[in-house]
């Protein structure tokens, strides 16, 4: 039940966009977004909850499609600082406290 | 403000051995989690603690045990260690302590091998 992001790489140049997907198969109680860069711990980007609250930065937008169970990131005019692994993490529905499970990331390059 | 601090950073162990992690969380948080990222892929959620008790456990075997202190410091322990436990462990605190999941502080982890 891992959710899958796409694309799995992206090159950019410096003050171009990109969109990095993450899509699930099971019902989503939020989707949270992470950027890892090498040899640093994740940092928190967005948190995407149903019913339509987000808290993050604000230079960072995102979607999430409940009833499709997919999110977007929106990177626009993307700096050098920009570049690293994004992973999205999904919660369930379900009660538990059973952490965020993370998609494999989507590794992005920025180049000026 | 210091943020999560975890020790040691690196650590090289041999098959069968026990190790353990240490965490401590920003001020004022008091829910800890654990996270295994292998080389690769995205960090794997192994447990959750607030106010000292167990909130959820993910899918690893029992030889992973983790506890939670007064000062809500944390610590994971790894009995017989497999070549397949090398990864980076993550510590990420929190201060939500529902049963959701909220924004999340991480370390930078300890980098385990095992040999």
């Known amino acids: 039940q891992q959710p899958v992001q796409s694309p799995q790489a992206v090159i950019l140049r410096e003050g171009e966009d990109a969109v990095i997907n993450c899509s699930s198969s099971k019902a989503l109680y939020s989707v949270h977004w992470y950027r890892q860069k090498h040899g640093e711990a994740p940092v928190f980007l967005m948190i995407?909850?149903?019913?339509?609250e987000q808290k993050g930065h604000e230079k960072i937008s995102a979607s999430f499609n409940e009833k499709k169970q997919q999110s977007s990131l929106y990177l626009t005019a993307s700096q050098l600082s920009y570049s690293g692994t994004y992973f999205c993490g999904t919660e369930g529905t379900g009660g538990g406290a059973d952490g965020l499970t993370f998609g494999k990331g989507t590794h992005l390059i920025i180049q000026p | 403000d210091a943020g999560v601090t975890q020790s040691p950073t690196h650590l090289i162990k041999t098959r069968g051995q026990q190790v353990t992690l240490r965490c401590s969380p920003i001020?004022?948080?008091?829910?800890v989690s654990w996270y295994q990222q292998v080389l690769g892929q995205g960090p794997q959620f192994i447990f959750q603690?607030?106010?000292?008790?167990?909130?959820g456990r993910g899918n690893f075997p029992d030889r992973f045990s983790a506890r939670q202190f007064p000062n809500y410091s944390s610590e994971l322990n790894v009995n017989a260690l497999l070549l397949g436990d090398s990864a980076l462990y993550l510590c990420a605190s929190s201060p939500l302590g529902g049963t959701r999941t909220g924004e999340l502080f991480f370390g930078e982890g300890s980098r385990l091998t095992v040999l």
């Open positions: 001020s004022g948080h008091k829910s």
């Open positions: 603690y607030y106010e000292k008790e167990e909130r």
């Open positions: 995407l909850l149903k019913g339509g």
